[in-house]
Structure formats: C-alpha cells, structure tokens
C-alpha cells in the first residue's frame, strides 16, 4: 500500500543549529512529494515539492529536500534554524491518484 | 483574492447535533478536499471533489456527507455528531488531483462533541 512515514515524532534543536527531518514513502513508482509546515493554530502551507528533474529541491524560507530513490526519502534540511521554524512539518506525497497522502507529522522545537 | 476560507473557526456541539462546516474558495481550483487532522495522526481524506456535481469518498468519510454544488463551495455536513469526530478540520483546494499541484488550505475549524 501507497504511504508516507516520517520516523520522528518530535525533534529539538538548537538555534542556529541545521536541521533534517526525515521522510519515507512506499510506492512502486516515483510519487509527487511535498512538504508543508504548519505554525501554532494555523492552516498548512507549502515548503516545497518534487516532481522530476534535480532531486536535491530548494524551497520557501530557506529550507531544501533531497529526493533520493534508492532510499525512498524526501528529507527536508535547513542549514541553521531560527526560532521562527517552531512548527509542526508535514511530509505528503501524490501516488498516480486524486489524492494526497500525509505522514503523521514532526514536531519541531526550538531552544535558546 | 481570500484563497480558502472556513467557517466557523471553532464550534462546540452536543453529542447527535448536526451542522455544516462551510468552505469557500476564490482561485477557481477544479478540485476541493476536507481534512481531519488529530494528534499523531497527521491529516487523513475524509472527502473530495474533482469539479461541480462530483464528490468521493476519502480515508475517513463516515459520518459525514459532502456536495458540490458550485465550483467555490464545499460544504462538509456532520449528519449526527459524536464524541469521536471532535478534532481539526481543514478544507484545501488545488488546480488539479493526480499531479505536482500545490493544495492550498484554509485556517481551519476546531470542533468539539460532548
């Protein structure tokens, strides 16, 4: 079956410090992925999305993913977090049908 | 433009009540969708719309009815509340289903069942 993981429920990082949060899908085809991030009490907004072409995709607020085959990921990095990226990530991909498929999320913390 | 607009933002209801969620958009996207979001579940498909008149069953579509009347409007009906459906809804709307199309959500409504 079609799906999206993400492993870690909740990462803490350290201002300034880089970030990756991980992603993994299961389909037999390339997926259409995305990332969005969602703020406290808000709706979810797009980070970036891969389709085709360079796997390695930059995307708003200074965040990037790499889409690597091999492993089924679609990690999302950023080189050194501000406490702004306080929010909860989501990861999703399209599988070939009307629908969008989320993982269950990756609570990110920011400490001083 | 407003992009994807929900109302009401939260809405407390009584266990067998029944109401609407309202979802609105003004981008002219084919497609609409209703999310429900609950902890350490991510967002799972509870209905969707390809375009006017057309409607489909999602993840987690019992206990509520959707139409499609208007290419802006989605409503998303609760037929009989109950405890289990208290969570966050969000309605998202794209150009299109099946492709590298970005979904554009709304803020959401909070509902809760007692």
């Known amino acids: 079956a079609q799906s999206v993981t993400q492993p870690d429920i909740h990462i803490t990082v350290s201002e300034g410090a880089s970030l990756e949060l991980r992603c993994n899908y299961s389909?037999?085809?390339?997926?259409?992925l995305f990332w969005y991030v969602q703020s406290p009490g808000q709706g979810l907004q797009l980070l970036l999305k891969y389709f085709s072409g360079d796997t390695l995709v930059q995307g708003i607020k200074g965040f990037e993913a790499e889409f690597k085959r091999s492993q089924s990921s679609f990690n999302l990095r950023k080189p050194s977090v501000h406490w702004s990226d306080a929010a909860e990530y989501f990861c999703?991909?399209?599988?070939?049908?009307?629908?969008?498929?989320f993982g269950t999320g990756t609570r990110l913390t920011i400490i001083p | 433009n407003a992009g994807v607009t929900q109302t009401p933002k939260f809405q407390v209801l009584k266990t067998g009540q029944s109401m609407t969620l309202q979802c609105a958009q003004d981008?002219?996207?084919?497609?609409m969708s209703w999310y429900r979001q609950d902890p350490g579940m991510g967002l799972r498909l509870i209905h969707y719309?390809?375009?006017?008149?057309?409607?489909d069953q999602g993840e987690v579509p019992n206990g509520y009815n959707v139409s499609r009347s208007t290419t802006e409007d989605f409503p998303l009906r609760l037929l009989s509340a109950a405890p289990s459906q208290t969570s966050v809804y969000f309605c998202?709307?794209?150009?299109?289903?099946?492709?590298?199309?970005?979904?554009?959500f709304g803020p959401g409504t909070r509902l809760t069942v007692t």
């Open positions: 999703a991909g399209n599988f070939g049908n009307e629908k969008l498929t």
């Open positions: 998202a709307s794209t150009m299109g289903g099946g492709g590298p199309y970005e979904q554009y």
């Open positions: 389909y037999g085809a390339t997926p259409y």
């Open positions: 719309s390809v375009g006017a008149g057309i409607t």
């Open positions: 981008m002219n996207h084919e497609y």
